[in-house]
């Protein structure tokens, strides 16, 4: 085993906490759902970038290149400031949803260079310019442009000519799972000298604004150790923690509090508050920050000048550790050593997780897309309960939000860390985005993955009704029902690795997958003709009508994804009911249920209805969704799209091996292929075995694929 996997062992049998810490601060708290209390739902318009400096976020926080512990009560982030800038630059930014010409897009240049599964290392890059951030610029540039005009990106202003930009490198190596190495490389890719205020970043989420009595911890500086400034961490959880930052920097406090002067025109008696060190050093207000040295945000204030092409390098460390004053300086000694020991622990990692044949290249593109999925975790915090009505220190939201987004999902608690589609752009999981996430997740830790999968399925999760939550803004959309595919490739991507599959959690999930299939079921068939409909089903703008939404017409849709999902959702656990079969001879009833559901499904794609209505289309070789309207009359939809290609997705084979096990289950295999020919014949002939007598499931026959592609 490398050290890493020795990590991950350590980590799943609970005896060491590696995955405590990790990547875990969101890129974008602002414009979500979560800090969304407006009367009408306008999350992006609530809460915007410009107002997140000085408002304390309720339910996440956020930053550049940071972490934070897994229920992020201590984050950790980079700051900076150019000298130029009317703000610090401590989120990335980016465009609303109505300020983009394309809608909402992060406009900043940062890259995932590298992690480990457990984050015992990280590397990340930011690009930051030496002239002003164009904020206005980007936002006027863009909501002057129509929707068929290309995007006015932050490369087009100009602010990077001649490379006149900072490269800020930050790593991260952890010495043990709580002794967390922090160093940051600053390089000068100008032809000039240039000037930077680098400002690392410490502070708590805001966890005792919202109820009375909550425990407020505290940040204060110590005394100084050998070359370093100190700050010691003081939180109930965790009790003394220190930051050590290397080279005697300025230390600076303020308060994690909202600024309501800035805000709302009034003042709620908070001396100092979340845009305190912001204030200090961008305007040098002095009394922005606490003389005393004391708060709940601090920051180490490193005032860099390099030369063109010259690099600085700053280190911290963020640990359990109490050092003594008379010690040795905390950010040397073993600190470059422990850095190149976890970087060559990650180049063991990769190169037994990576596929032997490829070149040099494909390696490394493989391992930094693999690190970018392990950076996208997030901390991700919805009390629906409480976000619907409010909290007691708070004014009370909109007495319409009772009935409105998401209200129908008041047992829903989130409190986890989950793998997010992007941390600016969707700062928010969606159960199908999660579900693809996992398979690749599963080649460099299929613990995560397989936790991944189990948590949508919980009861804090899924709805009871068996619906799995979709995404915050609007839980009650409805995503294609992949989640039993993933978990079949999971278990089979682990079993491949180790030799023996963990049949424990592919039982765990078909259970859980039983209540979500008959919700599908029962919900998404109208007329109960196994054709289903669902909606936007993840293709944004896919056909002539908007398809979660009541059609002018009236009727419904039937759509051809949708049916073709269905087909693939019975496919995917009739694979696992036969694998937990070998086993458990019961799981074969349950297997022949989901094989006589499919040839249902696949009858009705390709032949219920007349010629005009069905789902295939045989006078153009193509499936399309059919809108049934209400006096019965059925009309094809002819929008050839992703829609008609889906049935290919619904494919399976039986081995040979497998039926041979399972006499139960072939008997009744048998039994249905010489009864019930007028289901039989409209998937690929079951009487016709492939290799090594082999047969397969699709919804298409010979002739149809051959049209289709």
């Known amino acids: ?22 990547p875990f601060l969101s890129e974008r708290a602002w414009g979500t759902v979560r800090e969304d209390y407006s009367p009408y739902g306008t999350a992006w318009d609530f809460l915007s970038h410009d107002q997140a400096r000085s408002k304390a976020y309720r339910w996440g926080e956020d930053g550049i290149g940071g972490i934070s ?129 680098l400002l690392p970043t410490i502070w708590f989420r805001n966890t005792w604004s919202w109820q009375g009595g ?44 909202t600024n309501t002067r800035r805000l709302y025109n009034y003042q709620n008696g908070t001396r100092h508050a979340k845009d305190g060190i912001n204030d200090y050093v961008v305007h040098g207000v002095k009394d922005a920050v606490n003389l005393a040295k004391s708060g709940t945000k601090a920051a180490a204030h490193y005032r860099l000048t390099l030369g063109s092409g010259e690099s600085k390098t700053i280190k911290l460390r963020l ?12 950010c040397n000694g073993k600190f470059d050593a422990t850095f190149n020991e976890r970087k060559r ?56 939000r009772l009935n409105g987004r998401n209200s129908q999902w008041t047992h829903l608690y989130n409190d986890d860390i989950i793998s997010m589609p992007d941390k600016w752009e969707y700062p928010w999981y969606a159960a ?77 999930v078909f259970h859980k997958l039983l209540l979500n299939f008959n919700w599908w079921v029962n919900r998404k068939d109208a007329e109960g003709r196994n054709v289903f409909q669902g909606g936007f089903l993840g293709l944004d703008n896919i056909g002539v009508f908007d398809r979660s939404a009541a059609l002018p017409t009236g009727g419904h849709i039937e759509q051809s994804d949708g049916t073709s999902w269905m087909g693939m959702y019975c496919l995917n656990m009739l694979a696992i009911a036969m694998e937990l079969a070998s086993e458990d001879p019961a799981y074969e009833d349950v297997a022949t249920k989901f094989w006589e559901h499919f040839l249902y499904i696949a009858h009705a794609m390709n032949h219920l209805g007349d010629e005009r209505s069905r789902l295939w289309n045989e006078e153009d070789g193509f499936y399309y969704d059919v809108l049934c309207l209400p006096d019965g009359t059925g009309f094809p939809m002819k929008v050839r799209s992703m829609v008609g290609l889906i049935p290919l997705f619904a494919v399976e084979t039986l081995e040979p091996e497998t039926l041979r096990k399972m006499s139960g289950f072939k008997r009744r295999l048998e039994w249905f292929i010489e009864n019930r020919k007028d289901l039989i014949g409209n998937v690929a002939c079951m009487r016709t075995p492939g290799k090594a007598e082999r047969r397969m499931l699709p919804i298409l026959h010979r002739d149809q694929l051959r049209r289709l592609l």
């Not at 951030?133 to 087009?156: C, I, Q, S, T, W």
């Not at 029902?481 to 049949?503: L, Q, S």
Request: proline share 7%.
């Open 1 to 22: 085993m490398t050290k890493e996997e020795i990590r991950l062992q350590q980590s799943r049998e609970r005896r060491a906490h590696w995955k405590r810490w990790g």
């Open 69 to 197: 512990d897994r229920h992020q009560l201590i984050c950790f982030a980079v700051s900076m400031w150019n000298g130029h800038d009317q703000i610090l630059k401590e989120r990335i930014f980016g465009l609303t949803g109505s300020e983009g010409n394309h809608g909402e897009d992060v406009k900043e240049y940062y890259f995932y260079l590298d992690s480990t599964p457990t984050h015992s290392y990280m590397k990340y890059l930011y690009k930051y310019p030496h002239a002003e951030f164009p904020y206005g610029r980007l936002v006027e540039e863009n909501r002057r442009r129509g929707k068929d005009a290309p995007e006015f990106e932050l490369m087009d202003s100009g602010v990077f000519d001649e490379d006149r930009y900072f490269d800020v490198e930050i790593e991260y190596a952890k010495a043990t799972p709580e002794d967390i190495l922090i160093r940051i490389n600053v390089t000068n890719r100008g032809p000039e000298t240039a000037d930077l205020h």
């Open 214 to 257: 909550a425990p407020r911890p505290s940040l204060r500086q110590t005394q100084d150790v050998r070359n370093a400034s100190a700050i010691q961490l003081c939180q109930a959880a965790y009790g003394h923690r220190w930051l050590f930052c290397n080279g005697m920097p300025e230390l600076l406090f303020t308060e994690n509090e």
């Open 319 to 330: 640990t359990d550790l109490e050092i003594p004053p008379e010690n040795s300086d905390p």
């Open 345 to 400: 622990e990650a180049d063991e990692f990769y190169d037994s997780v990576t596929p032997k044949n490829l070149s040099q290249d494909a390696k490394a593109v493989m391992r930094q897309a693999l690190s970018g999925l392990l950076w996208s975790k997030q901390f991700y915090y919805y009390d629906m309960g409480s976000w619907l009505k409010g909290d007691p220190a708070e004014p009370p939201p909109p007495s319409d």
């Open 432 to 508: 199908w985005d999660l579900a693809f996430h996992c398979v690749p997740l599963a080649i460099v830790d299929s613990d995560f993955a397989k936790d991944q999968l189990v948590l949508l399925l919980r009861e804090w999760y899924m709805h009871p009704n068996g619906q799995l939550p979709a995404y915050e803004w609007a839980f009650g959309d409805v995503n294609p029902p992949v989640h039993a595919w993933a978990a079949w490739r999971v278990y089979k991507i682990e079993k491949r690795r180790n030799g023996k599959g963990d049949t424990k959690f592919l039982e765990r």
